[in-house]
Nanobody, 122 residues
Framework: HVQLVESGGGSVQAGGSLTLSCVVSSYPYGRYCVAWFRQAPGKEREGVAGIESDGSTSYADSVKGRFTISQDSAKNILYLQMHSLKPGDTAMYYC?????????????????WGQGTQVTVS
């Protein structure tokens, strides 16, 4: 059973950095995708970054060049390094996992979700 637990959120000033972590208990069998999503109050959920089982990564245009998604060598932890944070990055951040890698940013395709960690940029 896939379980995801996020940590690392907090409050930071604009221009600062944070690194989010997501402990992944196991991965869907075969090809999979794990990703970070975020949702701000009153806004739709947005795919932030995804990484597939072959190591390929994808990013939302709004975070390219500022955020980096990665896994530790054992692939037990998913990271999201966030730099040059802006107030517009304020949201609840979730990690999610699904089988196969197509349409990484489509949240409805994901079967497994963490509980979320809050990021506030002021």
């Amino acid at each position: 059973h896939v379980q995801l637990v996020e940590s690392g959120g907090g409050s930071v000033q604009a221009g600062g950095s944070l690194t989010l972590s997501c402990v992944v208990s196991s991965y869907p069998y075969g090809r999979y995708c794990v990703a970070w999503f975020r949702q701000a109050p009153g806004k739709e959920r947005e795919g932030v970054a995804g990484i597939e089982s072959d190591g390929s990564t994808s990013y939302a245009d709004s975070v390219k060049g500022r955020f980096t998604i990665s896994q530790d060598s054992a692939k037990n932890i998913l990271y999201l390094q966030m730099h040059s944070l802006k107030p517009g990055d304020t949201a609840m951040y979730y990690c999610a996992a699904k089988k196969d890698g197509a349409n990484w940013s489509r949240g409805d395709d994901y079967n497994y979700w963490g509980q979320g960690t809050q990021v506030t940029v002021s």
